[in-house]
């Protein structure tokens, strides 16, 4: 009886871990999407960057957790063409922005999520460029197989302060805001 006991109490806990685990949804990389915006004193620039993989987790319904992984390599602006695209994609792959040669993926690992109205989450996650990690917190907006948001990335705190003011006060109308938004839209 004791065994009989023993088993029945496994089976059980295997079953609640089993039914309490969450659901992982892989992204599609070739339709998830981020689009970057970057302004400047006397304009802005935009372009893209692709995932190399990504999933979120799931509880049900409710959404419990995420990892991504960008391609850096892939950034590319959507603004400019011919000569000056090569010599912009250029200079944000350099070192004094994104430094892709030696940094060739960003990571955002979700690590808290708080459940709003309308399927809609706050997340708080670790995004990791060139090496450092920082918080980050945005609204998650998830449909039954795709999910949006749109946030800022204070650069400066990645150690990109190239054309930042709050390094180089003369640099008057050659000043690069020091946020840049990205548009996210996940396909799962």
Do not use: C
Not at 61 to 86: H, I, N, P, Q
Not at 143 to 167: E, H, L, M, P, Q
Request: aromatic residues 12%; glycine residues 6%.
């Amino acid at each position: 009886m004791k065994n009989f006991k023993t088993i029945a109490f496994t089976l059980f806990m295997a079953f609640s871990v089993a039914s309490m685990s969450a659901q992982a949804k892989k992204i599609d990389v070739a339709k998830s999407k981020i689009n970057w915006v970057a302004k400047k004193v006397t304009g802005q620039h935009e372009g893209t960057v692709n995932f190399k993989d990504g999933v979120l987790a799931f509880k049900g319904s409710r959404l419990k957790g995420g990892k991504f992984t960008v391609d850096m390599t892939s950034m590319t602006a959507t603004d400019l063409t011919g000569e000056y695209l090569g010599k912009f994609n250029g200079h944000i792959k350099s070192d004094d922005f994104f430094g892709t040669e030696k940094f060739t993926t960003a990571i955002l690992n979700f690590k808290t999520i708080a459940a709003k109205p309308n399927n809609v989450y706050t997340v708080t996650a670790d995004l990791t460029i060139k090496g450092k990690t920082n918080l980050v917190t945005f609204d998650l907006a998830v449909t039954d197989n795709a999910a949006t948001t749109t946030f800022k990335v204070d650069r400066t705190k990645y150690d990109i302060k190239y054309g930042s003011k709050s390094f180089f006060e003369s640099i008057g109308d050659k000043a690069i805001d020091n946020e840049f938004e990205l548009k996210v839209a996940l396909v799962f």
